[in-house]
């Protein structure tokens, strides 16, 4: 098939995609495996968003699902596994010499397996809390479920906390009804109290619920097909569902929490309309929006071919589109499958952490194997509890460009639901009003990890002790670090104008934006020229000492200016912001080798960790780039950042997301080639991301990489839309994204031309401006 048969082919598809709401088959980035695992770490993710879970076979055993829940919180906040479940087969088809096929079906959210004859169908059904194994074998077999126990641990190692437990908490196994139940109570123990006596507020409890006392979690597992005997659910047959229940709740008589899952399975279902109806999400998820990406250069023999290999550093690059394109919808697909439960997707792992392989002994709880090999603890986590902002933002930015906005409703409740609280440590600490929010806020509302004791005791690092002037670099990466605030307002105009979402902007962006400026405004003084300076202030974790640092003082700039005019919060609210909106300064300039960039700050010492600060007005504040008259300063502040390429591309950095605001395709491209080439040897699975400097999975990895790959494919700038303002020529795409006013967007790419594009609604073409691909 030559070039023009294949470009017209593709102009055919890509019309019949416009009226009929097709979406490309994303099962050509998945992962496929034809061999077991050997262990615990070769694991396949899947998910309703709630729940989910880890399927793997070990090779001459059994399959295994190991199971997680969104809300699955011990004392001390961690997120525990709700259990394992371990289903064999007999004859065994898992044997060695026994063809072998395991596939994550990304468009059916299920993990197929066939072997030896056996069908095997894993999936959480994406309307009920209820994971079904269901088995069909082409002869008879005896198959048996039971559930698997290990050791807990009190806590995660990263965790600073209370004295642990000598002798942890364990699960609790019962019978009932021919059922087989298990479950973990937490009791009567919980960070909570220590956390608000410590800010100040203990009076809060009265108004935000302990979140962690008296939570039980756990599972039911049953089956019509299996019988219970001697602690195991068995049976023949040919065909087979078995059912598994997941519940989590907080309630100090564990009889209460038997008797809710009992009465859960006890619903009947009808487990092929269930499918159906499964199915059909997903099918609406894909259909929302996509990007789809291949490299032209090649073969067309080659095209999205990708090498799915495990526990490699580096994977194996093929069609460089391919493998993009493939980290993109696989990080979106593994967020539909945690992000719609009550607690937002946790970066560091999210459900999906599993025991991982090491060659030396980890920083986390591990033991050791016969082989010499390191296997981490199943509940365990680097970085433990945290959930840290500058990592979780970058996780749900994508999620307003993709449409994704049920998933990302969590994250945006996160934090919404402590705004009282945070409103009363506010006023405990400081003494004036407004709220603050720095950057580990655990669900408690406390940021018991932001200090060199686990708590900002220290004179020298408590802000309230610290005047202007006084900021001597020696407390702590937090210490004077309020831009979260600022970025989570920005996130949710961006929502808003996206979505229409007028309830949402009233009730929560509204109230929301007034307390966080409202704490800028009185928390700082202003100069002889009547403009506020922040100080003391830092330059997100890397600048310890800094004074009007380029992230507040942007992030002030576009948050006021959006929230003028879009008109919106009470008549008192608005002459607010036009009042304080006049005493924000400039953003920092400076001159390196002759040319002219942002400044981190207007001063700035005692460097520490590896951000581009003076990239936030960049993004995600969007007051330099493409679109603008600035947009040479925001190129030349990329060529002289203060890191180039930190951590070799990886986790929360995000060169790539800049050099598409500043139109740079090249860099761009390369740079998202280099960041989903990584990949962990201590896992199976392809794309879990590398765990340094952070965890893995790290999701923030390939958060930072969607925002990057959405801005070469779309971005606007003062109600115009830029089209393709940093895509390069060898790459083909076909993509379909959401914008401003509730505008979706298509499109394709093909051989380096613009072969079709869409509005809708139409009204909206006129804004359109199509930028020359590079």
């Given amino acids: 098939m030559n070039k023009f048969t294949l470009l017209l082919l593709f102009v055919g598809v890509f019309f019949a995609a416009a009226v009929y709401g097709y979406h490309p088959d994303m099962n050509k980035y998945t992962v496929v495996w034809n061999t077991p695992s050997v262990d615990a770490t070769g694991q396949m993710p899947f998910g309703n968003g709630d729940i989910g879970g880890g399927a793997y076979v070990i090779g001459n055993d059994a399959l295994y699902i190991l199971l997680s829940k969104n809300d699955a919180f011990t004392y001390n906040g961690d997120i525990f596994k ?35 004859g056996n069908n095997i169908k894993i999936w959480a059904d994406a309307n009920k809390n209820v994971y079904h194994i269901q088995v069909k074998s082409s002869g008879k077999v005896t198959v048996k479920a039971s559930p698997v126990f290990w050791k807990r641990i009190d806590g995660c190692v990263s965790n600073k906390t209370d004295a642990p437990l000598a002798n942890p908490t364990q699960d609790v196994r019962i019978e009932d009804n021919g059922n087989l139940i298990w479950y973990f109570a937490v009791g009567n123990r919980s960070v909570f109290s220590n956390d608000l006596k410590f800010y100040g507020v203990p009076q809060m409890a009265k108004f935000y619920p302990d979140p962690y006392k008296y939570n039980i979690f756990g599972n039911l597992l049953k089956s019509y097909d299996l019988k219970l005997k001697d ?7 040919k065909k087979f569902d078995i059912q598994i229940y997941s519940l989590d709740r907080q309630t100090p008589k564990v009889e209460e929490w038997v008797d809710e899952i009992s009465l859960l399975s006890e619903k009947k279902l009808n487990v092929g309309k269930d499918w159906k109806r499964h199915c059909a999400w997903w099918n609406s998820f894909w259909d929302k929006s996509w990007i789809t990406v291949s490299d032209n250069t090649i073969p067309n023999s080659e095209c999205d071919k990708i090498d799915n290999g495990g526990y490699v550093n580096t994977r194996k690059v093929i069609d460089e589109g391919a493998i993009v394109a493939q980290s993109y919808n696989v990080f979106r697909y593994l967020m539909a499958c945690q992000s719609r439960g009550r607690i937002m997707t946790k970066f560091n792992g999210g459900i999906f952490t599993q025991p991982l392989r090491y060659i030396e002994k980890p920083r986390i ?7 010499g090999t390191w296997i981490s603890h199943p509940d365990e986590r680097l970085w433990g509890r945290r959930f840290t902002f500058q990592n979780q933002r970058l996780m749900y930015w994508p999620m307003i460009k993709s449409g994704d906005w049920d998933l990302i409703q969590p994250f945006f409740n996160y934090y919404l639901r402590m705004l009282p609280v945070r409103k009363a440590i506010t006023k405990a600490w400081f003494g004036h009003e407004g709220a603050y929010y720095r950057e580990n806020i655990d669900l408690t509302c406390g940021e018991r990890d932001c200090g060199k004791t686990g708590k900002d005791d220290d004179p020298e690092t408590k802000p309230l002790k610290t005047l202007p002037g006084r900021n001597l670099g020696k407390g702590y990466y937090h210490s004077y670090y309020f831009t979260c605030g600022l970025e989570m307002v920005a996130m949710m105009i961006d929502y808003v104008k996206c979505s229409g979402d007028t309830a949402f902007q009233n009730n929560s962006l509204v109230p929301f934006a007034r307390e966080i400026l409202t704490f800028f405004d009185k928390h700082y003084k202003r100069d002889k020229n009547g403009k506020i300076r922040l100080d003391p202030a830092q330059v997100l974790e890397t600048w310890w000492i800094a004074v009007n640092p380029a992230p507040d003082v942007s992030g002030l700039q576009h948050d006021l200016d959006e929230l003028i005019s879009m008109n919106v919060g009470t008549e008192k609210d608005k002459n607010n912001w036009k009042r304080f909106r006049i005493e924000i300064p400039e953003v920092s300039i400076r001159e390196i080798d002759g040319d002219t960039v942002i400044a981190p700050a207007e001063e700035f010492s005692v460097k520490h960790n590896s951000e581009n600060g003076e990239l936030y007005p960049v993004f995600p504040f969007k007051r330099f780039g493409i679109g603008r008259d600035n947009c040479n300063i925001a190129e030349n502040t990329m060529m002289h950042r203060t890191l180039k390429d930190a951590f070799n591309t990886k986790c929360w950095s995000q060169d790539q997301i800049d050099w598409a605001y500043c139109g740079n395709a090249e860099e761009a491209k390369e740079g998202l080639v280099r960041r989903f080439k990584h990949a962990s040897s201590s896992c199976r699975f392809p794309l879990f991301g590398d765990e340094n400097p952070d965890s893995c999975p790290d999701f923030d990895h390939f958060g930072s990489g969607s925002i990057a790959l959405q801005s070469m494919v779309v971005q606007e700038v003062n109600g115009k839309i830029y089209l393709l303002p940093a895509w390069p020529k060898s790459w083909d795409v076909d993509f379909k994204l959401h914008i401003s006013g509730n505008t979706i967007v298509r499109g394709a790419v093909c051989d380096g031309k613009l072969v079709n594009w869409s509005v809708f609604p139409q009204s909206r073409e006129k804004d359109v401006v199509v930028c020359g691909i590079q």
Wanted: proline share 6%; charged share 10%; net charge negative.
């Fill in 82 to 116: 709700t259990g394992c479940v371990r289903v064999s087969i007999n004859p065994n088809p898992f044997v060695d010499g026994i063809p072998f096929n395991q596939v994550m079906n990304m468009g059916t959210g299920s993990v197929d397996i066939s072997a030896g």
């Fill in 365 to 371: 709880y591990a033991e050791q194997a016969k082989d």
């Fill in 231 to 237: 602690g195991v659910l068995a049976g023949s047959g």
